[in-house]
T-cell receptor
């Protein structure tokens, strides 16, 4: 079973920031938070990951709460091409643990 | 740069038929994975191969077999297809860490 809880759907206006929440209250100390997205039945695409510090790359920012029980993926200026299902996953890096995908959040960016 | 290539892209099978889904990666990745995705659902892991010569069961392995032919190729075989195996199948590869997963474009399989 997925170790995360995400809202099933969200809407966002084009050009505005999209903030996607994720709860992971049972996260362990060695587990990272990973975000992937899947655009219209294509294969999932890696976005970003973090352990406890906030992270930013060219695609998004990841804000993790101090207690690590929740996080938020931020797309600073959403475009129509960001419409996708976003998956929040927790897993220990490397090792034998595999990525477990839940149902994710369907983000719809509206013009 | 092809990344992860899956063949075929589409397939229709009759119940009881067999087939092999092919997956190849050109990134020199150690680990490879097979997932299935049913409509409106997340991806579920079928089998994976942490390195050449090893394979292990995932969450939903029943009805499937796999072969890690070499470092590049990881195939998924359905010996006797059933309608419950109608799904989209994704192959992925990684260097061994979770942020390095690269997925193929999928094989859309229908079993009638």
């Amino acid at each position: 079973d997925a170790k995360t809880t995400q809202p099933p759907s969200m809407d966002c206006a084009e050009g505005r920031a999209a903030n996607l929440p994720c709860n992971h209250s049972t996260i362990s100390g060695n587990e990272y938070v990973y975000w992937y997205r899947q655009i219209h039945s294509q294969g999932p695409q890696y976005i970003i990951h973090g352990l406890k510090n906030n992270e930013t790359n060219e695609m998004a920012s990841l804000i993790i709460t101090e207690d690590r029980k929740s996080s938020t993926l931020i797309l600073p200026h959403a475009t129509l091409r960001d419409t996708a299902v976003y998956y929040c996953i927790v897993a220990a890096q490397g090792g034998s643990e595999k990525l477990v995908f839940g149902k994710g959040t369907k983000l719809t960016v509206n013009p | 740069n092809a990344g992860v290539t899956q063949t075929p892209k589409f397939q229709v099978l009759k119940t009881g038929q067999s087939m092999t889904l092919q997956c190849a990666q050109d990134m020199n990745h150690n680990s490879m994975y097979w997932y299935r995705q049913d409509p409106g659902m997340g991806l579920r892991l079928i089998y994976y191969s942490a390195s050449e010569g090893t394979t292990d069961k995932g969450e939903v392995p029943n009805g499937y077999n796999v072969s890690r032919l070499n470092k590049r190729e990881f195939s998924l075989r359905l010996e006797s297809a059933a309608p419950s195996q109608t799904s989209v199948y994704f192959c992925a590869s990684s260097v061994g860490n979770h942020y390095g997963y690269t997925f193929g474009s999928g094989t859309r399989l229908t079993v009638v």
